[in-house]
């Protein structure tokens, strides 16, 4: 089959959970012999041609929240309906608008929801009714649905009647490695940091950990790798917040590896989102047999189950005192949360491959081919 992907900003890249998760089946799909073509904004690189067995085709766009996507959308939509495409496969909402625009020139269209994103913090007015229609796109233009988030199956199904199929993000497994050069270059040690690992949007919560942790009586530090370029008011706020507590570290971005590292060696990982699909930092995390502490959205629940902590959402006394409890009852965390239980969970649920396979079996069912 020739596949080909709208949604995500750049692959490859570690931008967002929608980035990781086109690249992932992208590269599975085209070892599985098929052609993908991921259709990427030239405002995060302009880099063209192969790609772990794909090819990457660059779009225009400008560089403008209100527009971006939108402009991208509508050109990757044109272009792939004059392609020799048998599935053109939109990711997010935003981009989903456009997936008439294929369906109308005879492709089969697949939507994959990521989240609701006309939730987050950062969209106002006629940018939370555009991805409102987003959502309704993903219900009514494409063939088939997918939802990275369980809990998104029902939500569709009460409200347009539409049979949307779950199939979850996966996680590369990988060994847990030591600190390394870390341990001097971040002032750590094993088990002597929280850690929270997010772009830094008001949705992540990661304001709602800085009032916390600073209320926690605790030699620890707690080490905040992300950043967010395009929103600097927010930025500048956790700044000021992280300056007034010497046991806060804002490490901006970091690599795949330098991630792994951190989850590996964190005391836990606390993420205290107010909205979310399927976090993939969540996963990576206990796949590196980190204890994690969420806030009680669905979505976070969803992926801990009984093997993690969680809060009540935006609750700053809440998330302190489930701080709190974690440095008081050390014994009982270690006793009732093994790092390889943890991690054989994840392998169990979460398979990257798995994910590709049963994308590949809608793929099929719509364009009438056989496995």
């Known amino acids: 089959m020739k596949i080909a992907m709208i949604g995500h900003k750049r692959v490859p890249s570690r931008l967002g959970g929608v980035e990781v998760h086109v690249e992932e089946i992208a590269a599975r799909l085209a070892a599985r012999g098929h052609e993908v073509h ?24 400008v560089k403008k929240n209100s527009l971006e996507a939108l402009i991208y959308s509508i050109i990757a939509s044109v272009q792939t309906a004059f392609g020799s495409y048998d599935i053109v496969h939109f990711h997010a909402l935003g981009p989903s608008v ?11 269209v697949v939507c994959t929801v990521h ?4 939730k987050r913090a950062k ?36 409200k347009y009647g539409t049979s949307v199929a779950y199939i979850q993000n996966g996680i590369n497994l990988k060994p847990a490695e030591s600190l390394g050069a870390l341990a001097s270059s971040m002032n750590i040690e094993k088990d002597s940091y929280f850690l929270f690992v997010a772009r830094l949007v008001p949705e992540k919560g990661c304001h709602y950990l800085l009032d916390a942790f600073r209320q ?18 927010y930025t500048a706020l956790l700044r000021e917040k992280a300056a007034a507590d010497p046991r806060v570290s804002l490490v901006g971005f970091q690599d795949e590896e330098t991630l792994q590292r951190l989850y590996a060696n964190a005391y836990t990982y606390v993420l205290p989102s ?62 009732c949360f093994h790092p390889q239980v943890l991690k054989d969970y994840i392998q169990k649920t979460y398979d990257w491959d798995t994910v ?3 994308t590949e079996k809608i793929y099929r069912k719509l364009t009438n081919q056989k496995g």
């Open 38 to 61: 991921l259709y990427n904004r030239n405002i995060y690189g302009k880099d063209a041609g192969p790609y772990r067995g794909t090819l990457l085709k660059p779009v225009f766009t």
């Open 98 to 108: 456009m997936s008439f625009i294929p369906r109308l020139a005879g492709k089969k």
């Open 115 to 118: 989240g609701l994103d006309w």
């Open 123 to 158: 969209w106002k007015g006629l940018a939370t009714r555009y991805l409102k229609l987003g959502e309704y796109a993903t219900a009514r233009f494409p063939h088939a649905t997918i939802s990275v988030s369980k809990t998104l199956v029902p939500y569709y199904k009460e």
């Open 216 to 233: 926690v009586d605790t030699d620890k530090k707690l080490i905040i790798a992300g950043d967010n370029p395009y929103n600097q008011e």
């Open 274 to 335: 107010d909205i979310e699909g399927l976090p993939i930092s969540l996963l990576e995390a206990m796949s590196q047999g980190c204890l994690c502490l969420v806030s009680d959205i669905e979505e976070n629940l969803a992926v801990v189950e009984n093997h993690g902590l969680s809060f009540r959402q935006g609750n700053v006394d809440s998330l302190r005192d489930a701080l709190t409890g974690l440095l008081r009852e050390e014994a009982r965390r270690r006793e």
């Open 356 to 358: 590709t396979m049963e």
